[in-house]
């Protein structure tokens, strides 16, 4: 009886030792099952971020804004100056010349005559940078008077700097788009990239033309440039002008005013000679009686 229980015992713990090694398998198969199924997740998720990061840079323009300045500023300049001449047009011509011997130009000028033909205008020239105070240093010399002068400045550098940046990063987001295009595997998504692509495109060229506008105002310096004549100067140069002319003018005008006057008087009296004429006649018949009767007496 006692053997038949160890027997019966032995038994039993072989089929606990064989359950527990087949659990301990199982589990072991379930484990590795689950290690690849997570690493396939991960693949999957670290992909879908990949994805994400990938649109989330090509949505932010700034992603690859940076904060190291040129120490070369780029500044904007502009100037206004007020002066006074003695001949407008000598003026102008000579600050056109100075202006066009230093590679800038005129971007505009107009001038008008007052009354006492006083001349006064403005112009707006654009010089080279290098060029823009000693412009007006030349200005401030020369035989005119200067009334007013005023110069500022616009330091753009850091507008320019994160201009590049976030073109740089449409740039990027252009290439991926372009790649995504050829990847695109239907209609629909194929649409919607090229939509995208049109928008980043389009800021793109926003960009750049910003880009050159404000390195063209670097490079070119704006200077107003306000002209008026003297008003003594202009009133002695008008009563010397045209001196012959003016007195044929008035010769002419002389002659006509004598030959309306003549012209006139004709009139009047032909016109008024049915009533001028009988009177003319009693009146002289009278007088020849008055002086028939005087001689009598």
């Known amino acids: 009886m006692s053997k038949l229980r160890l027997i019966l015992a ?4 072989v089929f606990v ?30 992909n879908m971020k990949e994805m994400d990061m990938e649109m989330e840079m090509a949505a932010d323009d700034g992603a690859l804004l940076t904060t190291d300045f040129s120490s070369d500023r780029m500044v904007i300049h502009h100037g206004n100056i007020l002066i006074e001449v003695n001949d407008y047009l000598k003026a102008r ?29 403005s ?9 823009f105070q000693p412009l007006l240093e030349h200005l401030a010399t020369q035989q005119w008077k200067v009334i007013e002068q005023q110069t500022s400045g616009n330091d753009v550098t850091e507008e ?13 987001v252009e290439e991926r788009l372009l790649g995504f295009m050829d990847k695109a595997d239907n209609t629909e998504n194929l649409l919607k990239i090229s939509n995208e692509l049109a928008t980043v495109q389009a800021e793109i060229e926003q960009m750049l033309g910003r880009k050159q506008y404000i390195e063209n105002q670097v490079e070119f310096s704006t200077v107003s440039i306000h002209i008026q004549e003297n008003s003594l100067s202009a009133t002695i140069q008008g009563e010397n002008l045209n001196t012959w002319e003016r007195a044929q003018k ?15 008087i004709v009139v009047f009296f032909v016109g008024l000679s049915p009533i001028l004429l ?5 009146i002289g018949a009278f007088l020849l009686f008055m002086k028939k009767r005087k001689n009598r007496s």
């Open 10 to 13: 032995l038994f039993g713990l």
């Open 17 to 46: 030792i064989l359950g527990c090694s087949n659990q301990d398998q199982s589990t072991e198969s379930r484990a590795l099952s689950m290690d690849g199924g997570t690493e396939d997740s991960y693949k999957a998720v670290s």
């Open 93 to 121: 011509n000579e600050i056109q010349g100075k202006v066009k011997s230093i590679g800038g130009y005129v971007v505009e000028s107009y001038y008008h005559e007052g009354i006492d033909g006083q001349l006064n205008g």
């Open 123 to 131: 112009m707006i020239v654009r010089v080279p940078k290098g060029d």
């Open 160 to 172: 320019f700097v994160d201009l590049e940046s976030r073109l740089k990063a449409k740039r990027v």
């Open 250 to 264: 008035l010769f002419i005008e002389t002659i006509n005013a004598m030959i309306r006057v003549s012209s006139g």
């Open 278 to 282: 009988p009177i003319a006649l009693f």
